[in-house]
């Protein structure tokens, strides 16, 4: 299983875009990068899920680099409902249920005015 | 938007009582799970189940936890004899093959 490494904190204040970056060395071939975000008690919430290059959805951007040993999530313009939890996940993806999620310890991001 | 439910939202139970932990996951899901995230702590998996079976286990669950699909629409845990470190948010999900969608837990204070 591929280790991945995050910041455990990041500060930003509303309107500015966030970029959480994500080192995950070992990556397999066959690994997703897959991110989600989690509100003080409630569960975690899918936000985008990538293989390469650049994913973009209504929510969030992520960049993949060539070598894929590091990602980066893009949230533009945060409010301050964007503070959560932002964990990075690499491991099988989509293409079949029943895979575990492997969760790390995550970055706080803390959205201020 | 379908979603995850998942009661009670708070539990507090003695030391060596049985708790049971329902969930009802989204009706057209396959695979259904059981996480949990101890206070201050990542978010643990604790099990997987599809077609009536467990799939994959963690060795968090023992053979104090079980797991039951008593009807077409219940996902349960139970821990049968519940002990001080079992206090933790429990997060159930489910998905038929992509992202995972969480419940929002239940509080399970152990005292």
């Known amino acids: 299983l591929a280790k991945t490494t995050q910041p455990i904190s990041m500060d930003s204040y509303e309107g500015q875009e966030v970029n959480i970056t994500c080192s995950h060395n070992n990556i397999a071939t066959n690994d997703y990068i897959t991110w989600y975000q989690q509100f003080p008690s409630q569960g975690p919430r899918f936000i985008i899920q990538?293989?390469?290059t650049k994913v973009t959805n209504e929510v969030a951007s992520l960049f993949i680099p060539a070598d894929r040993k590091s990602s980066t999530l893009s949230l533009p313009r945060v409010s301050l409902s964007d503070t959560a939890v932002y964990y990075c996940l690499v491991g099988e993806g989509f293409t079949g249920g029943g895979n575990k999620l492997t969760f790390g310890t995550g970055t706080q991001l803390k959205v201020e005015l | 938007e379908p979603e995850v439910t998942q009661t009670p939202s708070h539990q507090v139970t003695q030391m060596g009582q049985e708790v049971i932990l329902r969930c009802v996951p989204i009706s057209n899901h396959l695979y259904f799970y059981w996480y949990r995230q101890i206070l201050g702590q990542k978010v643990e998996f604790l099990v997987s189940?599809?077609?009536?079976?467990?799939?994959?286990k963690s060795e968090i669950f023992d053979d104090q936890f079980s797991v039951e699909r008593p009807d077409g629409s219940n996902f349960t845990l139970k821990i049968r004899s519940t002990k001080l470190e079992d206090s933790a948010m429990y997060f159930c999900?489910?998905?038929?093959?992509?992202?995972?969608?969480f419940g929002p837990g239940t509080r399970l204070t152990v005292t």
């Open positions: 990538g293989y390469k």
């Open positions: 999900a489910s998905n038929r093959g992509g992202e995972q969608y």
């Open positions: 189940f599809y077609n009536n079976e467990i799939s994959e």
